[in-house]
């Protein structure tokens, strides 16, 4: 194990949902992220819908898919406490030079449906919509029932579908997996997390958990209190505007992982209207660090929901720990007890937290990020260039710090084989020129980090969608 120092990164980087072949709600495909921006996320984001016109069939009407668009709109200036708002454009019809069985072939699992966001980017072009303004938030609503992913940041949807799915395959284009549960037994349940819309989520109430809403930046210091000492914590319900409360707490578990601790007041749906557990319990998370997501158990886009009564057959309905109930990590030195409501407006929730020791410190893994491309610069023409930051976090946070080699690799999303391989790129700057062009396609660039011996010689690695729109 190496000696640690300084605190981990704070880095967001693309999991390797394409090529570990993460599935997803309704039959999508992908979940690779595009988001390796940091820090908050605001502003307007500007959406671009690809209207498509199939041989033979309607296109959907304008006013269809801007009812779709307000919604998530709403969903998302919402969770974002107003930190984002959605404009967006729709296409007019685009008619593709294949037909739609052309394209459905390409979405069986691990295989994006590349030509059709490259035909219907390039369509939509030469209709006059530039959708190179639009970075990563181009939302192609076509292949029919079954087929929903995300890769690259570009979102398919099946269709019109309510704010449950488009929710969530946006969800997947800021960068995250699903919404999961952790079983008593260490073992992840895919969508475990019903009342988030990145799990099961009820559709308008389904705000993403606070994990995530930290991941993508919509909570500030002062809105999820980070616990350093054993006191009690009052906690506002973050499913309602904030209003002077926090809207979480996150308790440090290890080197590895945080416990977040949430509160909601909304989500239900018509199957579950009041679910009295969560009305009067907090419900408890597991949320990994960055530098994890090579953990063949976890990756840290995942949000780990616990359920607090294992022992009874409603599953993660009944996942809130109630109030006066206690929830004991001895691992972890963490006591965490729901003292109760606080009768407020917005509602809110007294926590006590006890910390009683400090994990031993883990041997962590490589950091391994692109900075070029850049999240939102994925796709090229011509020849293409990859550089990455890689180091080793127990041994320093400099660029080359305890690595031993950085290898990239490209893989056609089609095959999964790699197509090209760099030569293990033995100091900084870890960077390749890939040359001559790649075809016109989906690829998955693969970044491998591994650390020297001394080092712990762990590696590490991650992958970001591009698309290349050549002949
Ligand atoms: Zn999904």
């Keep these: 194990m190496g000696t640690r120092k300084g605190s981990p990164p704070f880095l967001w980087l693309p ?5 570990l072949g993460s599935s997803c709600r309704g039959g999508e495909n992908g979940g690779d992220p595009a988001g ?23 296109a959907y009407s304008r006013e269809d898919l801007a009812k779709e668009m307000e919604a998530l709109a709403s969903f998302i200036g919402a969770n974002s406490s107003g930190r984002v708002s959605i404009a967006y454009d729709v296409t007019s019809p685009l008619t593709l030079p294949n037909p739609r069985s052309y394209y459905e072939a390409e979405k069986s699992d691990k295989n994006a449906p590349s030509t059709l966001m490259l035909d219907a980017m390039e369509a939509a072009a030469a209709a006059g919509f530039d959708y ?19 890769h690259g940041g570009k979102v398919w949807l099946s269709g019109l579908g309510g704010i ?65 000492s054993s006191g009690t914590y009052r906690i506002q319900a973050h499913d309602l505007p904030i209003a002077g409360y926090p809207a979480g707490l996150k308790i440090r578990r290890d080197d590895a992982s945080n416990y977040y601790v949430e509160f909601r007041q909304t989500t239900f749906s018509a199957d579950d209207p009041g679910n009295p557990f969560v009305l009067d319990g907090a419900l408890l998370l597991r949320g990994f660090n960055d530098w994890q997501y090579l953990n063949p158990t976890f990756s840290p886009q995942q949000s780990l929901l616990l359920d607090m009564t294992p022992e009874t057959p409603l599953n993660w309905r009944d996942a809130a720990l109630g109030i006066g109930r206690t929830y004991e990590d001895g691992a972890g030195g963490i006591q965490i007890r729901v003292v ?33 491309p850049q999240a939102t610069t994925d796709s090229f023409s011509g020849s293409a260039t990859f550089v990455v930051e890689a180091h080793d976090p127990d041994l320093g946070m400099a660029d080359g710090s305890g690595i031993a080699t ?26 390749w020129t890939v040359n001559p062009p790649l075809g016109r396609g989906g690829y998955v660039v693969l970044a491998r980090a591994t650390s020297a011996p001394e080092a712990g010689g762990q590696f590490n690695s991650l992958g970001t969608f591009f698309l290349v ?3």
């Design 406 to 431: 950085v290898v990239l690799e490209i893989y056609n999303v089609k095959k999964e084989v790699p197509v090209r391989t760099s030569p293990p790129l033995a100091a900084p700057p870890y960077s």
């Design 36 to 58: 390796t921006a940091e820090g908050p996320q605001g502003g307007t984001w500007d959406v671009l819908v690809l209207n498509i016109a199939w041989p033979g069939e309607a």
């Design 15 to 19: 999991c390797l949902g394409l090529l």
């Design 132 to 150: 190179t303004k639009y970075g990563s938030h181009i939302l192609i609503p076509s292949l029919g029932p079954g087929n929903n992913g995300a």
């Design 164 to 228: 449950s799915l488009w929710s969530h395959e946006f969800g997947h284009s800021l960068g995250s997996s699903h919404s999961n549960g952790l079983a008593p037994d260490g073992a992840v349940v895919e969508y475990g997390n019903p009342f988030d819309n990145l799990g099961k989520g009820p559709g308008s109430t389904g705000h993403f958990n606070v994990r995530l809403k930290e991941r993508f930046g919509w909570l500030s210091d002062s809105e999820l209190t980070t616990v350093a």
């Design 469 to 471: 729109p050549g002949p």
């Design 340 to 372: 109760g409501k606080g009768g407020t407006v917005p509602e809110t929730l007294d926590v006590e937290v006890v910390l009683s020791s400090t994990p031993a410190a883990i041997d962590r893994p490589a950091v391994v990020r692109f900075l070029v």
